[in-house]
């Protein structure tokens, strides 16, 4: 069974201030699919990433970056001196390739201090 | 802009009406989703469809039932609201592929009185 886990409920920090979201998955495929979401205030959920399960180079985008580790099952987020604007609530997911569904950690709520 | 249209935003109704919540997508996505979620927390998918007609259950138990007449348009609906509807419902569509993000709407919160 896929399983996503999320095990920070809530971090804060001052601007910044780097920070890691933590993610762990679980999954019986070898080939699969993990993503990242950002859920500002105004609630709309906004894709950041994805990465396939046969891709762990890590990936830079400015400020952020992600660092995926099969060995670990981890699919962690990195953001780079924190900006206010980085308050929200950020999501992991999983999806497998014979699967329909995609699984949603319980995410992790960012508050970024001035 | 968005590709994918949630309306309406907010909605407070009294217990036992009936209400459809609606959502577009302009994409021409197959996969079409409905999320159920209480603010900032936990996503819970309540609804899916693979395409036109297809329709399926989650995996959290729900009271509503939905619709796929059209690929664009994947409405919800609540024969008879109560306060434990009381949530913020995400609709949500990709492609058909498992590699395929999410796009999603910016929700309807529903409130039930």
């Known amino acids: 069974a896929q399983k996503v886990t999320q095990a920070q409920t809530e971090i804060s920090v001052v601007e910044k201030e780097d920070v890691t979201l933590d993610c762990v998955y679980e999954?019986?495929?070898?080939?699969?699919?993990l993503f990242w979401y950002k859920q500002p205030p105004s609630g709309e959920l906004v894709f950041l990433i994805r990465?396939?399960?046969?891709?762990?180079q890590n990936e830079i985008s400015g400020r952020y970056s992600w660092n995926f580790q099969k060995s670990t099952s981890s699919f962690n987020f990195t953001i780079t001196a924190s900006q206010v604007v980085d308050s929200a609530v950020y999501f992991c997911a999983l999806s497998e390739s014979g699967g329909f569904k995609t699984i949603f950690g319980a995410g992790t709520r960012l508050f970024v201090k001035a | 802009e968005a590709d994918i249209y949630q309306t309406p935003r907010y909605l407070v109704i009294g217990t036992g009406k009936k209400i459809t919540l609606e959502c577009s997508q302009t994409m021409g996505h197959d996969k079409m989703y409905w999320y159920q979620q209480d603010p900032g927390m936990e996503l819970h998918l309540i609804h899916y469809?693979?395409?036109?007609?297809?329709?399926e259950k989650g995996d959290l138990s729900s009271e509503s039932t939905v619709s796929r007449i059209r690929t664009e348009h994947f409405p919800l609906t609540l024969e008879s609201a109560r306060p434990s509807h009381t949530s913020q419902y995400l609709c949500?569509?990709?492609?058909?592929?498992?590699?395929?993000?999410?796009?999603f709407g910016n929700g309807t919160r529903l409130t039930v009185t």
């Open positions: 469809s693979y395409g036109v007609n297809s329709t």
């Open positions: 949500a569509s990709s492609e058909l592929g498992p590699y395929s993000p999410l796009h």
């Open positions: 999954t019986r495929d070898t080939t699969y699919y």
């Open positions: 990465r396939n399960s046969f891709d762990e």
